[in-house]
Each structure stands twice: as C-alpha cells, then as structure tokens.
C-alpha cells in the first residue's frame, strides 16, 4: 500500500514528507527530479515513475507535487485518487491548498495524513469523520491557541450504515442548496463545425438539515443521465428502477451526482467564434481578428467570456483593438489574453489589429489555438432540469434552492 | 499565531531548551513543547535524543498530546528499541481503555514500532482487540495484523492471527471484512503459494455483501479480491457481474477500474449469445468514457488500461473514438496514449474523422506529439486498406511543409506502406527523393535508402544517389550502413552493368574497414553470395517479401490475457506482467483468464477458443516492429526456414560446432573464399538435415521395388561435417562422414592438424552402438601429420561390434587416440549406410521375417512431413510398411510409415 509521501513545490524542494510504514529515504525524490527536468513544463511530468525499489506516483495540483511512494503492486488510480483526496482536505481544511498554508498548519496536517492511512491503507477520507476527529484551525483557536484541534469521541458516524454523516446533526435553519454546474468540452474546427463536444456535468450540494433527513430529488428529464457516477450515499437501486435519487445526505458541503453527456446526444454549442489569422510569406505583418458571438443560449446571456491563444514562436508582438474587454499578449510566453466580459448580441464583441513576425523568417508552421472561457448562469446546455426535491424522516419544513449553470471547460477552436 | 512558529529557532542549546520544556510541569507547556518535537522531526531535523522525555509525556489523558507522542514513538522507535520498550506498558494500558478510539489508537501505533523486541509484547493486546466488541478497533486490529506480519511473519503465523483474520472475513460489519480482505492481501503477496484468500460461493457472497456497505477503499480491495475468484460456471461467472455491475457508477476511479477489471475476466466465462453479455459490453462503455474526463494522472492510468482493454475486445468502445481526440492543452502523456488508441480504434467507418485528427496533429507544436501523429497516419494506411490513398497523400502534404522532422517522420511511415502495398504508390518516389539531403536522422536515412534499393530499376539516378551516401559511409549509424550495403547489392543485381564498382566498394568498405560484426557477416554472405551463385543471391535477396502485418506492436495474446487480470494495477500502466519488474518476483503469481466452462453443454467447440486472439493470422505476414534490423535481416534473407528444428543434432557438438567451426571457416579462407559447403550449410545442421533428406530419398529407394537393385553405389553422401572442432582437441581437427560403396560401410575422415606440432600414432575406437558399427580396420595414416596439413582417410566399418542401444539410435561415440591426448566426440550417422542394396524380397519371404520379429519389439512412432510417393508402403500390406536390412534379425525396428 502507500508507503510515504513527500510534498515538492515548484523549485524542487521536498517541505513535507509523511511515512506510513518504514522510513523512505528522501532520495527516492532524485528520480523524481530527473522526471521533472526531462519534462519541460510541470503539468508534463509523467505520473508514474518506476526506480529501482519503488514507483513514484504523482499529481500536480495547486503547484505542489504531491508525490507517493509504494513498493509492492498497488492499483495506481487507488493511490493517485487518495492524492487527489488529500489535496482536497487540505482545501476542505484550510480554504486554500498551498505551501505556505501547509507549512503554517503543519501539526494538522501531519495528524490530518495520520488519521487518513493507516499502515498504507485508507482510514478516514471522508471529510466530515475527519473534521470530528480532527477540527479544522478556526480564527478563535488560532488567536487563543490553546484548545486543542484533536477531538476526544469516537466519530460516531464512522460506524453507522450512514457513514458520511455524523449524527445529531442541529440548525435553526434548515437549508438544502443544489448547484446543477455542465461544463462544456469541444473542439471546434476551423470551418466552425464541432468535431466533438461533451457535457461534463456536476450536481453539488450543500445540506444543513437537522437530524436524519432522507430526500429524493427526480428530474423532469431523467434519461439525459445515462453515465453517472453517484456520493456513497445514493440508493443506487432505486435510480436504477425508478431513476430519481433517494439518499440520506452528508452534513454540508458535497458531490451529489457527476454526469457525462457524451458526443452522441448532441449538445448545443452556445458561441462561436469568427476568425482570420494570416501570415503570409516574406511580409512581416500578419493579419488577426477574431469575433465572438452567441449561438444556442436558449435567451440566456453569456458572461465572463475570455479569449486565450497561444500564438506562434515567429509572432514578435501583436497590436489589437477590441471592440470591448482588455486585452494583453506577452511576448516572452506568447499568450494572448482577451477579457471580453458580457456578449451583447446586438453588438458584437470583435479584437482587430496586426501581428509583427520576425523579419525574414518564413510563415509560421502551427495555426494558433483559441480557447475559450464563458459561464451561463441560470440553464444547464444539456437540458437537465430538476422537477422536485421531498424531504422524509424529519418533521420541519426545509428551505430548497436550485442554481443552474453553465460552464466552458476545454472549448478550444482551432484556426 | 501558526503553526510556522514551531519551526523558528533562534536559539543554539535548541535540544536542550525543549528537553526542559517536555519535563515542565505545565501540561500546556508540554504540549507545546511535543508540538515543536514534532515540527522538527518533519523536516528532517534528529530529535530522537529527546526520546526518555517524549515517552515520559505519554501517560497522558489528554488525547491531543498522546496522539503527538504516538506520533514520535512510530518515527523514533527503530533507532531507541530498548527505550521504545519503556512504552510498552502504556499500550497495553490503552488497549484496555473503555473508549474504543483509545484502544483502536494504541492497537494502531503499535503496529507501527517496527521493533522485534516489542512485537512478542503486541501478541496478547491484539489477540483481545481483533475479537473487541466495537467494530472500529476490530477493523484497526486487522490492518495491524498486517503490520505485524511485515514485522516479523513467523510470530503473526506461530500465534494463529491469520486464521483469526480469515474469521473477520464473516464479520457482521462491513468495514471489517473490507480490511480483514486487504490485510490478507498483502500477506498473501509475500507468500504467493500460500492459500490464504481461499474463496468458496459461501465467502463470495458475503464479499458480495460487504461490497455494497463498505467504504470506497473497501470496496477497491474487495473487487480486487473477487477477481482472482475463478466461478466454476458461467451462472455463477453472470450473477457475480449482476452485483458488481453497480460499482461503475462509483466516483471513485479505482472503484470503477477494479470493476471493469473482475467484469472483463468473467466475461470471458460467459457465451456470447447471451443477451447479458450485449448488456454488459454496453454497460462497460460509459464509464471508461468518464474517467477520461478526470484529472489527467487518472486520465494517463485510464488510458493505459482503456489501451489493453480496446486490444482485448474492441467492440466495446468502437462507437467513442471522438472521446479520445487529443486537445491541445492536454499533457504530453496523455496525448501520446490517446493517439495510440485511435489508431486502435480506426476503421472503416471512421478513419476519414481520423485522418482529419492527424493532420490536425501534424502541425501541433509539441515535436514529440508531431512525429507520432505522422506515423500513426502511416499506421492507419497499412490498418484500414481503403484510406491508404488519402494516407499517402496526406503524407505527401506534409512532405511538402518541408518541416524537417515531419520529413522524415513522413518518409520512415511510407517505407512501411510500400512493403504493405508494393507496387502501387511508387509513383511518389521522385518527391521523396527530392528531400534526401534534409534527412539526418539514422532511421530516416535508413528507410530511404532501403527505398532507393528497393525500387532502384525505377529511379534512374540511383546509383548516384546511393553513391552519395557511401561516402560518410563511417559516419553513418548501423543502420544506415546495413542499409546501404542492402541497398547497393539489390540495385547492383538489378543493373549489374554499370554498378560493379559501387558494390565492389561497398563489399570492401563492409568486410574490411568495419568493425561492427553484423556490417562484416552481412557483408561476406553478400560477397560470397554474389560470386558462388548471382542467380541464387538474385533469388535470395530480390525474393518476394512477407507482407507487414496491419495491426503494429500488439501485445501478444496469452500476455495480453495475463495483463487483463491485472488492469488497475502497475502491470496494466506498464503492459507487463508483474513478474517482468515487481521487485525480486516477489509474491507474483500468473494469473489467467477463467476458461469458459458452460453449465448447459455448449457444442460449439470453434467459439471456446479465447475471443480477440487473431486467428485467421496469414503465416507469411511478420509484425513490424521498431526494430529495423531485425527486420531488413529477415526480408533479405527470404522467408525463414521452415525445415526441422536442429535440436536433434548431437549434443555435445551443436553449439560448440556452430562457432568453433562455422567461425572458422568464416574467417579462415579470406576475400577470394568461395564459401564452401559447409559454409552455406552449417555443420550442425547439417547432420539431421541429412537424415531427413536420407529418410525420404532412401525409403523410396527402399520400397521401390520395381527399379533395379544395384543402383544405390551412388547412394547420397553426406558434406564432411566437423566433428571435432580443433579448439576441443588440442588443435586436432577431424570433419568426416559416412559413405555406402556397393555393399561395404565406409567413414570418410579428413585430420586437420591445427596445432604447433606434428601428431603421430593415431588411432581409432568406437564404442558400442546401437548397430554394432565398427571398424574394419586400424586407423591407417601413414605419415606423420605435420601442421597445417590434412589427410584424408577412408576407414572400413563392418556391423559385428558390441551392440548397445544408444539415444538417439543412430549416435556413435568415436575415441581418437594421437601422440598427445585421446579426444572423444560423438556423431549420428545416417541410417541409409545401414540398408542393403539387395533389399528385394520375396513377398511371402517379407511377410515370414515380419512375423518373426517379436511383437515386444514392434514400435510405433509417426513420421511427419515425408516426402513418400504413393507406391511407398505398398508392399508393407496391412502393416503399412516396413524395411528390414541386415540389421533386421538385431530386433530393432526403425521405420513405418503411416500411409
């Protein structure tokens, strides 16, 4: 099982290690370093990294490596999904994963990392079990300093069916929020047709009930949902006959349902993006200009949009005019970035101008990306609509919500 | 007011100050005191000199503090072990605490004190707390269990703990048989042989069970478990799957992986006919979709097994190639893995879609991501047949960018499509030609020449152009050179006339100014090809050539179905079995998909065989690998023999034969050396080539009664063959063999005498043998045998010497006596010098020495792949056949053939 993990940030510095059986020496890292300086950028740095006595599993998050050694054959995704688990308490515990934070809250975190192996195997992830045995650092305790963060009863919820939700539960008001969040991935071709685009869709909710609430949500569309993936706490059999989610929930914050819309169905594209990048041979000025308009929004808005482009090496600067938004291109890393704010249909948002090239060289070879960022507030582009949400087992009448809204994952439009 | 302030030190006497500080009487102080004990420990800084005054805070009930020092204890324990005993009592203490978190928190780090000395101390408190009443200190104890037995596992074994973990697996509580499941996994891969995860329906059903309660974590390690469950018939194999198929809804992509992997491995129990199993390729679909919208580590694990899982049923993901388009911004792992499962994936229908993606790719940034890119679009030209047009002139397009690593990309991939289908896209030849000089990689130059070669008869200036190369020809790589020297012997046979200088050049170049072995044999068989035979070195190496395969470096069946039952795990991201790199092959047991075994007897015998294994395999196609060498050598070379493997030749000599003597010829008779025959036939494999020539020419000689008798003076005789290589012999060297002159058994010698000084007084003995062979007369040489020089000596045999039945029949050991030692070496002679030339006999007489032959000593064996004609066993009656010789009344029976 998982045998340490060490904590590297981006100039190679190991500030954390933590082991769960014997000691590692930290010189395993050496190979990891190797990995890194072999791949150019952080993000390409291979996941799994065999040396001569163990395998160095990776991820990059939040610019920290975080980076596990095992020694015996272990389900690599068990190992990086516990990674991503931790990176998530972190955040959970702390607001922001980062060296610093990590460094400041030292003490938690080793008893946090304790508390979640044991002897390599998982214990506690769940991290409302983790939060009882272990209390996130609080502006009063910070101040005061003196009680401790480690609690003395034994989380009660770790032993009952319902293990994600401690018991004797209180609020003056109850509440249950559900955000519908669909980020859209697609490619879009030159000529403006989509080559493929999916809907990666998530429900997450935030219950503050009192008690031992059981709820069932159902939806007015529920065959959208073809390839989902549930929170332990969903009754897989009664979706599987009668396709709506019965589940007692989790104290606060958490994933109800993740879903994906795959290719097939088809998915809408809200925008699209008029463009005309030219280079042409010996002249060292190159056209650009690019537009963005709505397309299916089904009369929502499109805010928030940005405009990224990774240009070409030969490009040496770019002078543009937008037509709204800011714009800036560094010309050391050659990005573009466009911060067009709200699409207005009436007028739509353009970036014109002229690109310099280095004297003399020939055209470049690579067209540039586009990618695309926007958010849709209040509509899921896949269709998927709530019908109701029932509350059983508790007697008070709960506050509901509903948020729906839509999101550009990795839209990318090539030229 | 952070936690950063345990790691200020500004003071020197640091040690000290926290040493008084851990003895205060304040318990604030103290605890304040473990907290920078600790912030020192985790950044590497030795505090273990603190270790009496740690352990002293540990009677404690607060359980902050005890927690820190349990903290301390687990890190410094090793290096203190007889301090570390000191807290040996507190354990045992807490184990007994009535707060179940106290007791599960001492069984839990005593686990982790990884000192013999305490271990036997653990035995008693861990006994109690794997049977406590409170379900979170059984399942600590199970995982403790586990510790233990990494610690020392003869005590775990001694004191009976593994059969109480075996109980856990029925416990009420599912968490418990999810831990009990994984701390008996781990022991068991440190005792492979072991039987300790014995699963019967009983225990499955509980796992089953446990699997819908526990954990995610739990559940990965119970999925695990079930897959190395082998159900003993399809229903079982279906209603296993029924209640595993949930779990690929879980968040959790370990989960889902474990599952696809026990569901991919009972499928293969299952008929096909079954609407369940439609019901399951569909169902196994979108989750690996999902899992490529993850973050990328999971998406590069995924893919890796996604990898697997496309070779072993494709049917699976066919209708989702889009999921794997490659965006831009993806990391280059990722990338590069996507591509390879599109091209997995092209076909037919969607290789437009696909080609369109590549081009895409060609012009991508990332070199790495780009060259793949254009050879996946070769690979997509030699999979699906109908695009390779399209495939070839968008290799010509991006030829045309002139970018130069896509040119030689471009030019590797299209010497592939030419030996997939020559003869037909050849007239891009002159656009290829127009880049040669940009090439400067080995393996671009490589195929390129290999293309001038190939079709020199078309490029007018190939001489020239191959001219050009030859004259770096030491700076080029291998594989150039090899090449090259391919090259210019193929166009020399094609235009003989105005090329001979070129080759002689090249030959020399080769032979005599190379160091690199392969380059020089390379070049001697060219050369003594060339000047034995032109017409044979024509046939040699302008043979036709073995297609290349379509589907490029698939893994091999039987690995393929071994790595199935490893997806998720290391050897599934590798495509290795875990025996291949787990460290020292520890705990590495071959799995094996189940074999279906249908309850209803299924008559469909041609269905059982493992799906996805390609069977319709043409025998004439090789698989391209990387390796070029390789390759070139087998092309060249013609199609590889398919004669009988050489393991018969004799034992003692094979190997030894085949350098000492093979070598020596090589290298003895230098650049005019016109190979002799025992060059172009090694001696090793000249033995049982020559039986097997003899078996079929003398059984027809044998039963062809029609034909006169008398004829067989000029029965075959075998090339001399090396014997006894001069290395083994003190520098005597003996090749020889066998001859049948009208009625009398010859052994036709010939002494070398590779030694310093002159050899005298030889002799000769043999041993016994199967036929009684032995000789007639004394070994004559009549003159000394100075050095350097051979004789060659025709010694009589006779068949009255000792008989002894030798394995195999026909092996004679020969002794050699000289002046200075006696050598021994063994033979196998052919049978046919055993058969009597007046063979003819009577029918009836035939039928009476038949019978006499007792039926003990009747074998019968077959002999495959005899060339006999259809007289052949005619007169063997109802016996099939049979040859008696002189050797006959000797009861051993040698021949017959099956009709």
Not at chain 2, 596 to 601: F, K, L, V
Request: with cysteine; aromatic share 8%.
């Amino acid at each position: 099982m998982i045998h340490s993990l060490f904590l590297i940030n981006s100039s190679g510095d190991i500030f954390l290690e933590k082991h769960w059986k014997s000691v590692v020496s930290r010189s395993v890292c050496d190979y990891f370093f190797e990995a890194q300086e072999r791949a150019t950028e952080a993000e390409n740095v291979p996941p799994v990294i065999p040396t001569p006595h163990h395998y160095l599993l990776s991820v990059y998050r939040h610019k920290i490596f975080f980076v596990a050694v095992i020694q015996t054959e272990v389900p690599p995704l068990f190992v990086i999904e516990f990674l991503h688990r931790v990176v998530d308490t972190f955040q959970d515990y702390f607001g922001v994963c980062s060296e610093p934070v990590i460094k400041d809250n030292v003490v938690v975190v080793y008893e946090v990392l304790e508390e979640m192996l044991d002897n390599g195997f998982p214990l506690a992830t769940e991290s409302n079990i983790l939060k009882e045995l272990i209390k996130p650092p609080t502006i009063l305790r910070t101040v005061v300093n003196r009680s401790t963060n480690v609690g003395d009863q034994l989380p009660t919820g770790q032993l009952s069916v319902v293990p994600w939700r401690r018991t004797g539960v209180k609020y003056t008001n109850n509440e249950a929020y559900f955000d519908v969040i669909e980020e859209i991935d697609a490619i879009i071709d030159k000529s403006g047709s989509t080559i493929t685009a999916e809907i990666q869709g998530v429900i997450d909710a935030c219950v503050k009930l009192t008690g031992m609430p059981d709820l069932t949500l159902s939806f007015m569309n529920p065959r959208l949902l073809d390839d989902v993936s549930f929170h332990p706490c969903v009754r897989f059999k009664r979706w599987e006959s009668e396709r709506i989610l019965s589940f007692i929930p989790p104290d606060g914050n958490f994933r109800l349902l993740s879903y994906h819309v795959s290719a097939q169905n088809l998915v809408a594209i809200p925008v699209y993006v008029k463009h005309n990048i030219s280079f042409r041979d010996s002249s060292s000025l190159g056209r650009f200009e690019i537009t963005v308009g709505p397309k299916q929004t089904m009369g929502k808005t499109i805010e928030g949009v940005i405009v990224t482009s990774q240009m070409p090496k030969g490009v040496l600067n770019m002078s543009l005019t937008p037509s709204q938004g800011t714009h800036t291109f560094d010309p050391v890393t050659k990005m573009l970035s466009w911060d067009v704010g709200k699409i207005n249909p009436q007028k739509l948002p353009s970036l014109k101008g002229t690109m310099s090239l280095q004297a003399g060289a020939s055209k470049p070879d690579e067209n540039p990306t586009i990618n695309l960022h926007f958010k849709i507030q209040q509509l899921a582009i896949s269709g998927l609509k709530v019908n109701r949400l029932d509350m059983y087992g508790e007697k008070y009448k709960p506050f509901k919500g509903i948020k729906y809204m839509t999101k550009a994952g990795k839209f990318q439009v090539r030229t | 007011m952070t936690d950063s302030k345990y790691f200020t030190t500004t003071k020197k006497g640091e040690i000290f100050e926290l040493k008084a500080e851990l003895n205060s009487d304040k318990k604030e102080k103290k605890k304040e005191a473990v907290k920078k004990v600790i912030a020192s420990m985790t950044v590497g800084k030795d505090v273990s000199a603190l270790f009496p005054d740690v352990v002293n805070c540990m009677q404690t009930d607060n359980l902050e503090l005890k927690k820190l020092v349990y903290l301390y204890l687990m890190n410094y324990a090793k290096s203190q072990p007889d301090m570390a005993i000191m807290a040996v009592n507190t354990f045992v203490k807490d184990c007994e605490d009535p707060n179940p978190l106290i007791r599960a928190l001492a069984v839990r780090t005593m686990g982790c004190i990884r000192v013999d000395k305490i271990t036997e101390y653990l035995c008693e408190p861990l006994r109690k707390c794997l049977k406590d009443e409170d379900p979170y200190v059984r399942k600590t104890a199970a995982v403790c269990v586990a510790k233990l037995h990494d610690i020392n596992a003869q005590l775990v074994e001694d004191q009976g703990f593994l059969d109480t973990l075996k109980d856990l697996i029925s416990d009420s509580n599912p968490m418990v048989v999810a831990n009990a499941v994984a701390a008996l996994s781990e022991i068991a891969e440190s005792h492979p042989s072991s039987n300790l995860l014995d699963l019967n329906p009983q225990s499955i059903n509980k796992l089953l069970t446990a699997l819908n309660e526990c954990t995610e974590w739990g559940q990965i390690f119970i999925l695990d478990c079930l897959a190395n469950y082998t159900p003993k018939d399809d229903r079982e194999a279906q209603s296993i799957c029924e209640r595993v198929t949930p779990r690929l809804s879980h968040a959790n992509s370990a989960v889902v992986l474990s599952a696809v992997k026990v569901l991919m491995k009972f499928m293969e129990m299952l008929s096909k006919d079954l609407d369940y199993y439609g019901t399951l390729l569909k169902k196994l679909a979108p989750p690996l979709v999902t899992l490529l919208s993850a973050e990328p580590e999971l998406q590069y694990v995924a893919l890796r097994n996604i990898n697997l899982i496309v070779q072993k049923r494709p049917e699976i993901l066919k209708h989702e190639m889009k999921v794997f388009f490659v965006k831009y911004n993806d990391p280059i792992y990722v990338k590069l893995e996507k591509l390879d499962i599109m091209i997995r994936l092209a076909s037919q229908a969607n290789i437009a879609q696909v080609l369109a993606e590549l081009k895409e790719y060609a012009t991508e940034v990332d070199v790495d991501f780009v060259r793949k890119a254009v050879r996946a679009i070769g690979r997509c030209a030699i999979k699906v047949e109908q695009s390779a047009e399209r495939c070839v002139s968008t290799l010509l397009d991006l030829i045309q960018t002139k970018v130069n690593y896509v040119v030689q990309e471009a030019i590797v991939v299209i010497k592939d499509i030419f030996r997939k289908y020559p003869n037909k896209y050849e007239s891009v030849i002159a656009t290829l030609c127009e880049n040669l000089d940009s090439l400067d990689e080995p393996e671009a130059r490589a195929a390129m020449i290999w293309i001038v070669g190939e079709y020199a008869e078309r490029i007018d200036n190939a001489d020239e152009l191959l001219e050009s190369f030859l004259e770096g020809f030491h700076d080029e790589s291998t594989q150039v050179q090899l090449q090259l020297l391919t090259a210019i012997v193929k166009l020399f046979l094609k235009k003989p006339t105005e090329t001979q200088e070129l080759v002689q050049q090249v030959l020399s170049l080769a032979t005599q100014d190379s160091d690199n072995p392969d380059l020089r044999d390379r070049g001697y068989i060219y050369w003594r090809l060339l000047s034995t035979d032109p017409v044979a070195a024509k046939e040699v190496v302008l043979a036709e050539k073995p297609l290349i395969s379509e589907e490029t470096d698939l893994i091999e069946p039987t690995l393929l179905d071994e790595l199935i039952c490893y997806i998720g795990t290391l050897a599934s991201v590798y495509h290795k079995p875990p025996s291949a790199f787990v460290e020292g092959g520890r705990g590495v047991v071959h799995k094996s998909l189940p074999p279906r075994t249908a309850s209803n007897e299924s008559t469909e015998s041609p269905e059982t065989a493992p799906a996805g294994a390609p069977s319709g395999e043409q025998p004439d196609v090789i698989p391209t690998q990387g390796d070029l060498l390789g390759d070139l050598l087998n092309l060249d070379l013609g199609p590889p023999v398919s004669g009988p493997p050489l393991a018969t030749s004799s034992v003692q000599m094979g190997a030894v034969d085949l350098l000492g003597g093979g070598l020596d010829s090589l290298m003895g008779d230098e650049p005019e050396g016109i190979g002799g025959p025992n060059f172009v036939a090694p001696p090793a494999a000249a033995v049982p080539a020559n039986l097997g020539a003899t078996m079929g020419s003398g059984l027809s000689d044998l039963f062809d009664l029609t034909s006169g008798v008398g004829t067989l003076s000029g029965s075959y005789v075998a090339p001399k063959a090396v014997w006894l290589p001069a290395m083994k012999a003190k520098g005597l060297e003996i090749s020889g063999t066998f001859t049948r002159q009208v009625g009398s058994i010859s052994m036709d010698l010939q002494l070398t005498n590779k030694a310093l000084q002159v050899m005298t007084d030889f002799a000769i003995q043999f041993n016994r043998n199967s036929f009684g062979l032995a000789p007639a007369a004394p070994l004559q040489v009549h003159a000394p045998l100075s050095p350097n020089q051979t004789v060659e000596i025709s010694l009589p045999l006779n068949t009255v010497g000792s008989v002894m039945k030798m394995e195999p029949l026909n092996n004679l050991q020969v002794a050699v006596k000289n002046n200075i030692d006696v050598f021994y070496f063994s033979t196998l002679y052919p049978l046919h010098i055993l058969f009597v030339e007046d063979g003819k006999m009577d029918r009836q007489m035939f039928l009476a020495t038949w019978k006499d032959i007792p039926n003990e000593n009747e074998a019968q064996f077959q002999i495959r792949d005899c060339p006999l004609n259809a007289e052949a066993g005619r007169p063997g009656g109802n016996k099939n056949a049979g040859s008696t010789g002189e050797w006959a009344h000797k009861a051993l029976f040698i021949l017959f053939a099956p009709r």
